[in-house]
T-cell receptor
Framework: AQTVTQSQPEMSVQEAETVTLSCTYDTSESDYYLFWYKQPPSRQMILVIRQEAYKQQNATENRFSVNFQKAAKSFSLKISDSQLGDAAMYFCAYRSDYNQGGKLIFGQGTELSVKP | NAGVTQTPKFQVLKTGQSMTLQCAQD?????MYWYRQDPGMGLRLIYY???????DKGEVPNGYNVSRLNKREFSLRLESAAPSQTSVYFC?????????????????FGDGTRLSIL
């Protein structure tokens, strides 16, 4: 069975600085998808970024980028130019390739605080 | 554009009471999911429905039942609530899971139901 581990329960960053959130996963599959979701105090689950395992190029979305290391089974999220609105719980998630029900397996979450 | 709608948003139950959490999506998605979120444990899958007419157990199905009423609606039922079921419950939906063309599509989540069982 696949597992996802986020080893940093809490992180803190100064406004305008850069922070990296770590995520590792365990799987025997070769095709899969990885996601980062943001959960602000409103409790909404907001997709931040996604990565297809067959793509070597790291995904980027504006100030958010990932460092995907397939061999090491590592999928870290880098937030550049941190803003107060980035403060939230961040979840890393794994999903098998198609025809597996589309189920997400989540890590435990990292709570990010942003200091002004 | 409602997306995924969950009702109710909050509920307090007594041990042994029953309750159904409702979820509806208006995005014509085929697949729907129920997760629970507990502190320090992330979200865990309870049940899912890959397509209308099918349901399957997830990681933590004990104490729950589901019904895929139609393509839009997927309900979660607690027959005899227990304090261990105190949690935040999320419903989610996805376009399809049986076609590689849609395989990179993300799940869309509702705003959650906070359920407390005394």
């Amino acid at each position: 069975a696949q597992t996802v581990t986020q080893s940093q329960p809490e992180m803190s960053v100064q406004e305008a600085e850069t922070v990296t959130l770590s995520c590792t996963y365990d799987t025997s599959e070769s095709d899969y998808y990885l996601f980062w979701y943001k959960q602000p105090p409103s409790r909404q689950m907001i997709l931040v970024i996604r990565q297809e395992a067959y793509k070597q190029q790291n995904a980027t979305e504006n100030r958010f980028s990932v460092n995907f290391q397939k061999a090491a089974k590592s999928f870290s999220l880098k937030i550049s130019d941190s803003q107060l609105g980035d403060a939230a719980m961040y979840f890393c998630a794994y999903r098998s390739d198609y025809n597996q029900g589309g189920k997400l397996i989540f890590g435990q979450g990292t709570e990010l605080s942003v200091k002004p | 554009n409602a997306g995924v709608t969950q009702t109710p948003k909050f509920q307090v139950l007594k041990t042994g009471q029953s309750m159904t959490l409702q979820c509806a999506q208006d995005m014509n998605h085929n697949s729907m999911y129920w997760y629970r979120q507990d502190p320090g444990m992330g979200l865990r899958l309870i049940y899912y429905s890959a397509s209308e007419g099918t349901t399957d157990k997830g990681e933590v199905p004990n104490g729950y039942n589901v019904s895929r009423l139609n393509k839009r609606e997927f309900s979660l039922r607690l027959e005899s609530a227990a304090p261990s079921q105190t949690s935040v419950y999320f419903c989610a939906s996805k376009k399809r899971t049986d076609n590689r063309f849609y395989s990179n599509q993300p799940q869309h989540f509702g705003d959650g139901t906070r359920l407390s069982i005394l």
